[in-house]
Each structure stands twice: as structure tokens, then as C-alpha cells.
């Protein structure tokens, strides 16, 4: 199968998701500590609750104020 870039340079892209309920299980994964992860993210939005956005945050956007990261860059490579 061959994947073809667009003919236009992609101008924004969107995922938007609806329907959203609150989950009364856990999906298990076969190599991932899901309930690990689980309990992180909820300590995670407890403290972001209480403190504010973005109190916690991963260290790759420590000291990233002035850049916008909400774009992700794609280079036009030539097909083959």
C-alpha cells in the first residue's frame, strides 16, 4: 500500500471528540501499568484543580512560554 502526501500543504488539523462519559472500568493493557498511569493522572488533575492549570507539567515545557506548541510541523518529503 502506498500513502500519499495531500496535493496542498495541510493548513490545520483538528480531533474533536463528543459523547465523552465517565468510565466505571479500566481498559487493561498487556504491557502497560494502566492503573499506575490511572492513579497518576487523577493525582495529577487533583493538584491542577487545586493550584491551577499547568501547576504540574512535563519537563519538556519548562521554560517554553514564548513558544506555541499547539502546531505540529510537517516536512514535504518528495515521493518516491
Known amino acids: 500500500?502506498?500513502?500519499?502526501?495531500?496535493?496542498?500543504?495541510?493548513?490545520?488539523?483538528?480531533?474533536?471528540?463528543?459523547?465523552l462519559v465517565k468510565r466505571n472500568s479500566l481498559q487493561l493493557g498487556?504491557?502497560?501499568?494502566?492503573q499506575k498511569k490511572?492513579?497518576?493522572?487523577?493525582?495529577?488533575?487533583?493538584?491542577?484543580?487545586?493550584?491551577?492549570?499547568?501547576?504540574?507539567?512535563p519537563a519538556r515545557m519548562l521554560k517554553t512560554e514564548s513558544y506555541v506548541i499547539d502546531r505540529i510541523g510537517f516536512q514535504n518529503y518528495p515521493q518516491p
Not at 1 to 19: T, W, Y
Open 38 to 57: 490511572s492513579r497518576l493522572v487523577n493525582s495529577i488533575d487533583t493538584i491542577n484543580r487545586r493550584w491551577g492549570a499547568f501547576t504540574v507539567l
Open 1 to 19: 500500500m502506498r500513502l500519499a502526501h495531500p496535493a496542498k500543504p495541510i493548513r490545520e488539523m483538528a480531533v474533536s471528540v463528543f459523547g
Open 30 to 34: 498487556m504491557f502497560a501499568d494502566t
